[in-house]
Structures are given as structure tokens and as C-alpha cells.
């Protein structure tokens, strides 16, 4: 596996890939619009595939996690990505890095909190409001688990 910077050679697999995922290349949290083609990130790639996609977003001392993908589950994928995230974070004396999951992603809590981020945040109800932005949410997600929150975990950078 290598990982390598989303530029402009693998941005178009990158974004089809978000959108075969996610329902369009843009993600929502906390009512803020992200446009997964103009965000920073890393692909994870084996033999000329893309096998994975870290993005994130950083302002002032915040880096943010937009979206994380593993098309090869339980082989170090997304914790691959996540670790050059938070290196690149640190490289940037960010102070923090966060991001946001849905109720229904019980998965994700499991691998972030695995990986040493904290539970800080229930943003109730916040998924009707992101609805209204991006209505290709889907109403339930994961084993039929309604999707209505948003839960933000972070990791506090030395």
C-alpha cells in the first residue's frame, strides 16, 4: 500500500469514488458545506487501485476530518490514512484534530476511539438540518439505525 496527496492526477477516481460513497462529493457537518473536490487528503493505493481516501480541512489551529473511506476493510487502510492526517496536523502546529460521525456509524466510533479520540459532542437532531443542505442523506444508515445525529470525537495534538 501507498499513500499518496489527492492532486489533480487522482482527483477524478477520488471524487467518483466520495460520490459512489456519499451520495455526491459534497459532505455536511455541522451545517457546513465541504466540497470533497477542492479539500486536501490522501489516497491509499495497491497495485494502481485506490483502496482508500482520506480528506480534511484545516483552519487556524483546527484540523478537521471530512471524510474517511477503506474499500479494503481490517488491512491498516484507514488507520493508515488517519496517521498521515494527524502528522500533517502536527506539521501545522494544529492544536486539535476532530471530526464528525452519525449515530448510526457504530463502526466508526469503535475505530476513533481505538485510535485514541474522545467522545465530545452530541449535536442532536443535527441531520435534518444538514438534510435540508444535502438531501441525499439517507434516512436510515448502518443496520437500519435512523439517522438523526451528529457525534464529534477528537484527538488533542502535543
Not at 456519499?22 to 473536490?37: L, P
Not at 476493510?73 to 452519525?102: D, M, P, Q, Y
Not at 452530541?122 to 448502518?142: D, T, V
Not at 439517522?147 to 464529534?152: L, R
Request: glycine share 6%; aromatic share 10%.
Amino acid at each position: 500500500m501507498e499513500l499518496i496527496k489527492i492532486d489533480k492526477g487522482i482527483r477524478k477516481a477520488v471524487t467518483a469514488a466520495i460520490i459512489e460513497n456519499w451520495g455526491s462529493s459534497i459532505i455536511v457537518t455541522r451545517g457546513m458545506i465541504y466540497n470533497t473536490e477542492e479539500l486536501d487528503g490522501y489516497a491509499a493505493m495497491e497495485n494502481d487501485s485506490l483502496i482508500g481516501i482520506i480528506t480534511y480541512f484545516i483552519q487556524g489551529l483546527e484540523c478537521e476530518v471530512i471524510s474517511l473511506d477503506s474499500f479494503k476493510e481490517n488491512r491498516g487502510v484507514g488507520t493508515s490514512l488517519l496517521n498521515a492526517v494527524i502528522s500533517h496536523a502536527k506539521v501545522n502546529s494544529c492544536r486539535r484534530i476532530f471530526l464528525i460521525t452519525t449515530n448510526d456509524n457504530t463502526s466508526a466510533m469503535r475505530f476513533y476511539q481505538k485510535r485514541g479520540f474522545d467522545f465530545t459532542a452530541l449535536y442532536h437532531n443535527a441531520i435534518e438540518k444538514s438534510r435540508e443542505i444535502k438531501p441525499q442523506i439517507p434516512q436510515f444508515g448502518f443496520e437500519g439505525i435512523p439517522i438523526k445525529h451528529e457525534i464529534e470525537f477528537e484527538m488533542e495534538l502535543k
